[in-house]
């Protein structure tokens, strides 16, 4: 017999953190844009960061996991303006900065 499927919906990037990240990208109100950052696109990109690393065994030889986990999440915030929408969905966009960009890291080693 086949194994049965659990439905654990884990979903760390939804619409609700894609309109977060449109709303963040086209507001002018820095008060605003801090409040989204904080509250929904931080902790959205902390769970993407760290599910990424450790789905596909991204670990640069010689480095810590805490260290590869800060450089990436600091990385992909500086990309965070960088959005283009209407070209991709954001968790798109962000997974794959950050699948790249460790794999840049592990081939530079």
């Known amino acids: ?14 619409e609700k ?8 990208i086209n507001s002018d109100d820095q008060d605003f844009r801090e409040n989204l950052f904080s509250t929904i696109i931080y902790p959205t990109f902390t769970t993407m960061v760290e599910s990424i690393i450790r ?6 030889p010689d480095e810590h996991y805490d260290e590869t986990f800060c450089d ?15 070209t991709h969905k954001a968790y798109s966009y962000y997974g794959t900065i950050c ?4 794999i840049g890291k592990i081939q530079s080693f």
């Open 1 to 14: 017999m086949g194994r049965k499927a659990t439905s654990t919906n884990k979903n760390y990037f939804t």
């Open 17 to 24: 953190e894609e309109k977060a990240i449109l709303d963040f």
């Open 99 to 102: 699948k790249n960009y460790l």
């Open 72 to 86: 990436v999440l600091s990385f992909i915030i500086t990309k965070l303006d960088k959005f283009k929408p209407g």
């Open 55 to 60: 789905r596909y065994k991204l670990y640069p």
